[in-house]
């Protein structure tokens, strides 16, 4: 199969690489530079939206696309951001589109339901998109990812998958909820205890290989645990905790954040706050493969030692 893959320069981009040029010819798309893809891996630098993209679908049948490049820095500024996720994503769905690609993988975020106090239990895939209104910043990935849905239902003929996985960690992640689980002394808001769920990114990486398969179509939630209240995370990795009201944690956030202190953007908080617990029995129903990572396997790479919760643990897999 050759697979075009997006934002192959990023971590996980990466790591997608090197598990699927084992069996499928793999091109890569991005404008950052990339070290260390076997050699049988191609990398284009340059972007979607610029003819030399256009080229490789031009230049020979693509038979997949998994678009790994949609930007999560909300360091970058907003019409960058746009041009970036909703251009750029609008752009790659007019080359599949014009050139007879037969599937097409996005990975999105189950962040775009966004955590709220008024979300069900759990959410299913056909929920509204809200996470923009509490969080301004991520209403780009929220674009990208309807920009998706529509092609789905406009292009039948096109396998659409569009992945919405839970917090994704991992020791070679370096997202909003891996860094928070690295710190020393983990801040937590006085009286809320949400629940969470966590994947751990070699799951992931076997969801995304298997949603090449042919016949896989559609919107899927995933997650490789049951949900958990963060408090019983928190014990597992054995750190200290400083409870903090949120006024004045959303107060120091702000100010951290204009000087450029923090990684974490205020709206943040509202994942350590309220519950967005997805619903993902449809993939359980699609995908033949089930999360392998245990919740205590996921968390020891930020486990500051083994507890005696960890000690005496013994949860089945994906607990």
């Not at 959410?123 to 092609?151: G, H, T, Y």
């Amino acid at each position: 199969m050759r697979i075009v893959l997006t934002g192959i320069s990023g971590r996980l981009g990466r790591r997608v690489a090197q598990r699927l040029s084992r069996d499928h010819q793999v091109i890569g798309i991005d404008h950052r530079p990339c070290i260390g893809l076997p050699k049988s891996v191609v990398h284009h630098r340059t972007d979607l939206r610029r003819r030399p993209a256009e080229e490789v679908f031009r230049s020979g049948q693509v038979d997949a696309v998994i678009h790994l490049g949609v930007v999560h820095n909300f360091r970058v500024p907003s019409e960058v951001l746009y041009n970036r996720n909703v251009v750029g994503t609008e752009t790659l769905l007019r080359y599949i589109a014009n050139y007879n690609v037969k599937k097409l993988i996005l990975l999105s975020s189950g962040d775009v339901y966004g955590p709220a106090p008024t979300n069900s239990h759990f959410i299913k895939e056909d929920a509204p998109l809200m996470a923009s209104l509490r969080f301004p910043e991520i209403r780009s990935l929220v674009a990208a990812d309807r920009s998706a849905q529509a092609f789905f239902w406009k292009h039948h003929e096109i396998e659409t998958v569009i992945l919405r996985p839970a917090h994704i960690v991992g020791p070679n992640v370096r997202n909003a909820p891996s860094k928070y689980f690295r710190l020393r002394l983990i801040p937590t808001i006085m009286g809320f205890d949400p629940m969470v769920q966590l994947m751990h990114e070699d799951d992931l990486l076997r969801m995304i290989e298997e949603s090449l398969n042919p016949g896989v179509r559609g919107i899927f939630n995933l997650a490789g645990t049951e949900p958990v209240p963060l408090s019983r995370i928190l014990r597992i990795l054995g750190k200290p905790t400083l409870p903090v009201p949120h006024p004045l944690f959303k107060l120091f956030l702000e100010r951290a954040w204009q000087l450029r202190l923090t990684s974490f953007p205020a709206p943040e908080l509202d994942h350590i706050r309220f519950n967005s617990v997805l619903d993902t029995s449809h993939a359980e129903s699609v995908f033949k493969s089930l999360p392998e990572r245990s919740l205590y396997e996921i968390l020891e790479p930020f486990a500051a030692e083994r507890t005696d919760e960890w000690k005496s643990g013994n949860t089945p897999r994906g607990v």
